[in-house]
């Protein structure tokens, strides 16, 4: 099969166990020799949208059967993954296309994909179930729109910018991100409670939310910190 170069993000399957887990892109992840070497995942990202990369897969790995089965493919840019709290569906991110799908795992619908919400605001990156509300999600917007998907007729400017913008990356993700903010959505699409930071201000970039006694805490594509927000007066019943 195609090999996995760039595993994302995963959710456990809370009745069976099982691994749920994007492959964003097909593409090779470069190795960045600077501030001690990483692999630069952000790099991949922008590429990914430049070349209009739809080769990512939301797929699952059983421990009983030590199996690997593609649930999704030909996703441009798959990310967050969230499995409903009794599994019938498992929902997977597409950054590119703003959108998160709705994988059915079970039921009538068994096998059929649809979406779960579209045409966002800004670019979803992580997914989360939400611990005070089961029939919810929350899922983080990570930036802005891109103005990138302008020049996808254009093969030679999205090459030419590539060159251009790759190398200025570093300097220029945390002016360009622009706003960030993180939605809560019932399973039926309806958007329930939205925390958004139109300057990023207070938070940046927000690519994780996970939930914890009260609080909020928000992990930073672009920062080296953890945001904590108190929510005990906004927690949704």
Request: charged share 20%; aromatic share 10%.
């Amino acid at each position: 099969g195609t090999p996995i170069n760039y595993a994302n993000d995963l959710d456990i399957g809370p009745k069976s166990g099982k691994v749920y887990f994007t492959s964003s892109t097909s593409g090779v992840v470069g190795w960045n020799a600077k501030a001690g070497g990483f692999y630069d995942t952000l790099r991949a990202c922008i590429l990914n949208a430049l070349r209009g990369d739809v080769s990512g897969r939301l797929l699952s790995y059983d421990f009983e059967t030590r199996k690997t089965h593609v649930l999704l493919d030909n996703l441009f840019y798959a990310n967050g993954v969230a499995v409903a709290h009794d599994e019938s569906y498992v929902l997977v991110v597409e950054t590119w296309a703003y959108r998160v799908l709705r994988v059915w795992l079970q039921g009538d619908k068994a096998g059929e994909v649809e979406t779960f919400i579209g045409q966002l605001p800004g670019a979803p990156d992580g997914l989360s179930r939400s611990q005070w509300n089961p029939d919810a999600v929350w899922v983080c917007l990570v930036a802005k729109v891109s103005p990138l998907g302008k020049l996808a007729p254009y093969p030679f400017l999205r090459h030419l910018v590539g060159n251009i913008l790759i190398p200025l990356l570093p300097k220029l993700a945390k002016h360009i991100m622009g706003s960030t903010a993180a939605i809560q959505v019932k399973s039926n699409g309806e958007v329930l409670k939205t925390l958004l930071d139109p300057k990023s201000q207070k938070l940046q970039s927000i690519s994780g939310v996970t939930e914890y006694n009260g609080a909020m805490f928000f992990g930073s594509l672009s920062g080296d910190y953890v945001s904590v927000l108190k929510m005990k007066d906004h927690i949704t019943k």
